[in-house]
């Protein structure tokens, strides 16, 4: 099954949200740059874990991949086809391959529907079951993803936040995807019974060789669940890498400020080391700063990082970052990389000239 | 970390704690004889997953839980004072004045509808006798504490012109507005991302080293805990299953709930396991609660004996406060734990 | 602030322009409204009636009629059909009646409504808040004529507490103003203080659990400055969007019914007899005072929403 080609392709994916303003006519005054030249690959199988903080854009991302939210401008291939300019109907027979799972269990699963129907439902509007065979189908479902048959007659209400969660996965898994965008499927959990919602995922990722790409804010859960990792910042891509290089060599000041922020459940490491706590908050997407957006909180920047947006530079590995003065990189890394396909239109054509000192001192 | 002062006894000390609420269904007994002690300046962090009891615990502590459908039995003694039998009138001079508290959702603890300096103010003008004036300046002094950015200028802001973390600040900044001895943090970080998060933590260690502040955090992130308390307890199902120093319960932990709660963690400081260890099933409904041990039904390790309900006691023959609800022999868990979960990986015990 | 007053002020000349087009299009649709046929009298024949049509501009397209009316309306030249009387004038005599009474209700319903809807929520499910549930619930099932029957009999005809109707205006004698207004005050706060009751005591409740008001709590307020400051202010913002609503929708024809029955010469009673007469002059006039005061009262209600809640105040703010 599995060759050279993507299951998914974005290439310089924007969406931006028009703010409308005026007294008999509107016109735009400003617009939020939600998602602002975003391209990213996923393979079949793999899972892509994309982090950032509150209004980075990444579910506004995972929106606009799934043509839920029209893009502003890019491409979103699936399987070699173009999504973007697709009409609703044109999608239909791809949205069966494309599945969502929501953060929120409590609202994304509808109170007034039993679960049999809820997770039945996808099949029904298909046309791919019905009758026996569909009740038959959905209890197997949700003995897959360890609920029993006998919860087909319950309402949503009637479960505790992870059996929902389970429900919304059933109802994901129901036509087969080949690919699943999850945006925050733990975070309202708690954590014991976040550990059995990832083994799940992780679980019917092997039987069904499913991708994900899986938005979190928590990057212990990405860490555990990603093969790549991509960060995200202000709406751009400002490190992607395979997820032990991101968490062990950080390339980009922002990730290594990211995991330097998460506290460790290990009282010695806590007391030696000295986390790297930022300055101010995350700038509006409504203005975004010029040149690298995250120059103004950045611990490194100089001149050029406020004059000039970064390339997203290849360093080989696939390790892929946006900055003019790139962290822990080995010696010679800065000789061989070259400025990646996956660059933003607008970025500066020049290479970093030298990697920035890992060991600035901060706290300033 | 700061020192624990142990000068005249404990500031704040709660002694077999049960709350009830009346329910269509019954009881739901959200607090099961919770006991604790809290020492001046010292940190204490209670740790649990959502419904286990810890933020009822701390609202009862502030006399926030008192409504006609609530049964609230046991004391709770702050510098030598009963806050349960209390009136409503001694209670309010103890709220914000000597006990203040902070929440978890800064976007919804703060009025919408009032000017962040005003809201600040008005808890200074209902203890002390000063002037509109005054009120505002200490506000903007206050503001200026928590590291607001021109805060004579951002004390006329409305709450929805902050940013999640400022309005967690601005929390915090009316907190300290009448210099407390106690602060409760009820899961102050949750709702904020995680730099922002790192801000509020550093803010809160400093006002503990600073100011000599006992603080209360509750907070289901161990990561949180051991960034920042001296001692911990951990809850399940409205009890305290287990307590003891920070150092006990993340390098000696005892009970198999906790071996749990640290196993199934995803850890940035450890190799990534093949597969997260979890723990099995729900957490039970508190209106019926199980028989004997409450983590039986869940526990991998449960046996006979657990259908009777162990006592929290040291269990170690130490002379340490480090206690647990577990009828496992220590020797038992040591062997246990390790298979069980990661606990104890690569750091020394204490 | 100011565009955004502009733009609703835009809004409410097109909202009103509507109006008056729909209302002028049914009166021209519906059956036995020629009014040419019903002046010239019942046995008229075909030239009178035509020369009756002529002289109104009748036998003009209807745009053409439109417009000429709505110049009338504005320049204060309308005449009805039935009585040659100047309608504009005829409206602005009923101004102070109609607003006396609008106004002198609305105060009574807001201020029982705040005190009952107050009660009931802090005596949530105790004794006070069932009767005051029970009282409500009787308000707001009490029809208008009836009660005003009910009122006018036993206090005016039975007792003679009260005067049996009429309007003595304020100018001339502010106690028999108030006295000769008492019952009709009543009669149409009663339904508005048991509905606002009811939605101010569930606002409230709702309010109650708002973390904020635990904030309030734990910073030491008492009871009734949590109450009052943060429960009750905010509990009243969606109550001061509705009442401006209905008090637009009372001065601009909710009155009709109390005004007739107390006979209250007001705008409500002249537009009674219109409709009565199915006269279109005065009820074109009559149609667009109410939606005028109905959309200025929108407008009002946007614009202190906004000082309200200053979250509105910004609109269109980023995501």
Not at chain 1, 271 to 295: T, Y
């Amino acid at each position: 099954m599995s060759n050279g080609d993507p299951l998914l392709e974005v290439s310089h994916l924007v969406k931006h949200f028009p703010i409308k303003s005026g007294i008999l006519l509107e016109r735009e005054v400003a617009r939020v740059h939600a998602v602002d030249d975003v391209s990213l690959t996923l393979h079949e199988g793999e899972t892509l874990g994309l982090v950032g903080e509150s209004g980075c854009g990444k579910s506004t991302l995972c929106r606009a991949i799934l043509q839920l939210i029209r893009p502003t401008a890019g491409s979103v291939k699936f399987q070699g086809e173009e999504l973007v300019g697709r009409s609703r109907k044109e999608l239909q027979p791809l949205r069966r391959e494309m599945q969502m799972i929501f953060q929120d269990p409590f609202a994304s699963l509808n109170p007034r529907k039993r679960v049999g129907q809820i997770v039945g439902d996808p099949l029904r509007l298909h046309g791919l079951a019905s009758g026996d065979a569909l009740k038959r189908r959905v209890q197997e479902l949700l003995d897959r993803v360890g609920l029993s048959g006998e919860h087909y007659n319950r309402f949503p209400h009637e479960f505790s936040g992870g059996q929902r969660q389970r429900i919304g996965i059933a109802r994901a898994l129901a036509l087969q995807p080949k690919l699943i965008i999850a945006d925050e499927p733990v975070s309202a959990l708690d954590v014991s019974i976040q550990a059995q919602i990832i083994n799940l995922l992780e679980d019917l990722q092997d039987e069904f060789g499913l991708a994900y790409v899986f938005v979190a804010h928590d990057l212990g859960v990405v860490r555990h669940v990603s093969d790549r990792v991509a960060v995200m910042y202000l709406g751009k891509i400002v490190e992607t890498s395979p997820g032990a290089g991101l968490y062990e060599r950080p390339i980009h000041p922002y990730s290594t400020a990211l995991l330097s922020a998460v506290p460790i459940p290990d009282p010695e490491e806590n007391r030696e080391r000295e986390p790297l706590v930022l300055d101010g908050d995350v700038p509006s997407p409504v203005d975004p700063p010029s040149g690298c957006r995250f120059h103004t909180r950045c611990p490194w920047a100089t001149d050029v990082c406020s004059e000039l947006e970064p390339p997203l530079v290849n360093y080989g590995s696939g390790r892929l970052a946006a900055c003019h003065h790139p962290l822990n990189l080995k010696r010679g890394a800065l000789s061989k990389a070259t400025i990646s396909e996956e660059s933003p239109a607008g970025a500066a054509d020049a290479l970093p000239s030298e990697p920035g000192k890992a060991d600035l001192p901060v706290g300033a | 970390m700061s020192p624990r002062a142990t000068a005249s006894g404990p500031l704040l000390s709660v002694k077999d704690l049960e709350v009830g609420f009346a329910t269509e269904d019954g009881l739901l007994k959200a607090v099961d004889g919770v006991s604790f002690e809290l020492a001046r300046g010292e940190v204490l962090g209670i740790v649990g997953e959502s419904g286990c009891g810890k933020s009822v615990t701390a609202q009862t502590v502030m006399g926030l839980t008192r409504s006609s459908n609530a049964r609230i039995s046991g004391s709770v003694e702050f510098n030598g004072a009963d806050l349960i039998e209390a009136s409503d009138d001694d209670l309010r001079k103890v709220r914000g004045e000597s006990i203040a508290m902070i929440f978890q959702d800064p976007m919804t603890s703060l009025n919408p509808v009032y000017k962040v300096g005003k809201q600040i103010a008005e808890q200074i003008l209902a203890h002390r006798d000063v002037s509109d004036k005054e009120a505002r300046d200490r506000a903007i002094e206050l503001l200026r504490d928590v590291g607001i950015p021109h805060p004579e200028r951002r004390i006329d802001d409305y709450p929805y012109e902050y940013s999640g973390g400022m309005r967690q600040r601005a929390m915090v900044a009316m907190a300290l507005s009448l210099e407390p001895e106690v602060l409760i943090a009820d899961e102050p970080t949750t709702a904020l991302d995680v730099t922002i998060q790192a801000q509020i933590l550093t803010l809160i260690e400093q006002l503990n080293r600073d100011r000599d502040l006992a603080v209360v955090l509750i907070t289901h992130d161990l990561g949180v805990v051991a960034e920042v308390a001296d001692r911990v307890q951990v809850m399940y199902a409205g009890q305290v299953v287990e307590r003891g120093t920070l150092d006990e319960i993340f390098y000696d932990p005892q009970h198999p709930y906790t071996w749990g709660l640290l196993g199934s963690l995803t850890r940035l400081d450890r190799p990534r396991p093949k597969r997260l260890p979890q723990i099995a099933g729900q957490p039970p409904s508190l209106l019926s609660p199980p028989g004997g041990c409450r983590f039986r039904p869940r526990c991998p390790h449960a046996f006979e004996q657990c259908a009777e309900l162990p006592s929290l006691e040291g269990r170690l023959g130490k002379r340490s406060e480090h206690a647990d609800r577990c009828w496992l022999q220590p020797k038992e868990k040591e062997s246990r734990r390790s298979v069980d979960g990661r606990i104890g990986l690569g750091a020394p015990a204490a | 602030m100011g565009r955004f007053i502009a733009k609703r002020l835009v809004g409410m000349v097109g909202v009103l322009f509507a109006i008056s087009v729909i209302v002028f299009l049914i009166f021209n649709v519906i059956p036995n409204s020629d009014p040419a046929a019903r002046i010239a009298g019942k046995n008229a024949d075909a030239e009178l009636i035509a020369r009756v049509n002529d002289d109104l501009g009748l036998n003009d397209p209807l745009p053409v009629q439109y417009v000429t009316l709505m110049k009338e309306i504005f320049t204060g030249q309308l005449t009805s059909y039935s009585s040659d009387l100047n309608v504009d004038e005829q409206i602005r005599e009923g101004i102070p009646a109609t607003m006396s009474l609008c106004i002198g209700a609305a105060i009574i319903w807001m201020a029982f409504a705040i005190v009952f809807g107050y009660l009931s929520a802090v005596r949530a499910g105790g004794k006070l808040d069932t009767m005051l549930t029970v009282l409500a619930l009787i308000g707001i099932s009490l029809p208008v004529f009836w009660l005003a029957a009910i009122l006018l009999y036993y206090l005016s005809f039975r007792v003679q507490l009260f005067p049996t109707g009429g309007y003595v205006p304020l100018t001339e004698d502010p106690a028999q103003w108030a006295y000769h207004l008492l019952l009709p005050w009543i009669t149409l706060a009663v339904l508005f203080i048991g509905f606002y009751s009811r939605l101010l005591r569930s606002s409230m409740l709702d309010v109650m659990n708002e973390d904020y008001v635990r904030t309030a709590r734990a910073k030491g307020l008492s009871e009734r400055q949590v109450r009052t400051r943060h429960v009750l202010r905010n509990s009243l913002i969606p109550i001061v969007t509705l009442f401006g609503l209905d008090f637009g929708a009372v001065v601009g024809g909710g009155a009709i019914l109390t005004e007739t029955v107390f006979n209250i010469n007001g705008v409500g009673l002249y537009a009674g007899e219109a409709i009565g007469s199915l006269d279109l002059p005065p009820l074109m006039a009559v149609t667009m005072f109410g939606a005028f005061f109905i959309v200025l009262f929108n407008t009002i209600v946007d614009i202190l929403y906004a000082y309200l809640d200053p979250r509105i105040r910004l609109g269109s703010s980023a995501v």
